[in-house]
T-cell receptor, first 116, second 113 residues
Framework: AQSVTQPDIHITVSEGASLELRCNYS??????LFWYVQSPGQGLQLLLK??????LVQGIKGFEAEFKRSQSSFNLRKPSVHWSDAAEYFC??????????????FGTGTQLKVEL | DGGITQSPKYLFRKEGQNVTLSCEQN?????MYWYRQDPGQGLRLIYY???????QKGDIAEGYSVSREKKESFPLTVTSAQKNPTAFYLC????????????FGSGTRLTVV
């Protein structure tokens, strides 16, 4: 069964500083990987996704992530953080369901705080 | 605009009551999902449905029930058998294709009073 580990529960960065959120996954086949962001009391918004091909994936809001198969990692990065990036970030791995659709397994999330 | 609508946003349940959370989508997605979110535990899958009139248990289905009578709708009932129902509930949908992510609703916060 697939699983996702986000080792950092909380991260604090200064506005304008660079950011890297860690994600490690466990999956037996080629993974489908996702990063989502959640503001308090809201649903999750997709930042970016990896299916295959180029291992550096660009997403919305200036985020990018790099897939490293040898390390089973899919870390999220942003070169310069804005105060509005403060939120909770979830990494997920997807498995195709027989009959259609995907089962996403989520990590426990990383809460990002941005200091002004 | 297409999207997923969850209602109500806040719901209060008395001990022993069943309550139903609504989830409607106009994205023409085949698959729909219910997740439960608790602080520090991420999202856990309750039920999912890939086609109308069919659904499958997820990882934490005990104390919950669902129906899928229409493609657009996937309501979740939290029954009195669910001993710890206080949580944030998220509905999602996806197309049937390979590797597609989910579109999420804005959630329902359920509190036992």
């Amino acid at each position: 069964a697939q699983s996702v580990t986000q080792p950092d529960i909380h991260i604090t960065v200064s506005e304008g500083a660079s950011l890297e959120l860690r994600c490690n996954y466990s999956y037996g086949a080629t993974p489908y990987l996702f990063w989502y962001v959640q503001s308090p009391g809201q649903g999750l918004q997709l930042l970016l996704k990896y299916f295959s091909g180029d291992t550096l994936v660009q997403g919305i809001k200036g985020f990018e992530a790099e897939f490293k198969r040898s390390q089973s990692s899919f870390n999220l990065r942003k070169p310069s953080v804005h105060w509005s990036d403060a939120a909770e970030y979830f990494c997920a791995v997807g498995a195709v369901l027989t009959g259609g659709g995907n089962k996403l397994t989520f990590g426990t999330g990383t809460q990002l705080k941005v200091e002004l | 605009d297409g999207g997923i609508t969850q209602s109500p946003k806040y719901l209060f349940r008395k001990e022993g009551q069943n309550v139903t959370l609504s989830c409607e989508q106009n994205l023409n997605h085949d698959a729909m999902y219910w997740y439960r979110q608790d602080p520090g535990q991420g999202l856990r899958l309750i039920y999912y449905s890939q086609i109308v009139n069919d659904f499958q248990k997820g990882d934490i289905a005990e104390g919950y029930s669902v129906s899928r009578e229409k493609k657009e709708s996937f309501p979740l009932t939290v029954t009195s058998a669910q001993k710890n129902p206080t949580a944030f509930y998220l509905c999602a949908s996806s197309s049937g294709g390979t590797g597609y992510g989910y579109t999420f609703g804005s959630g329902t916060r359920l509190t036992v009073v």
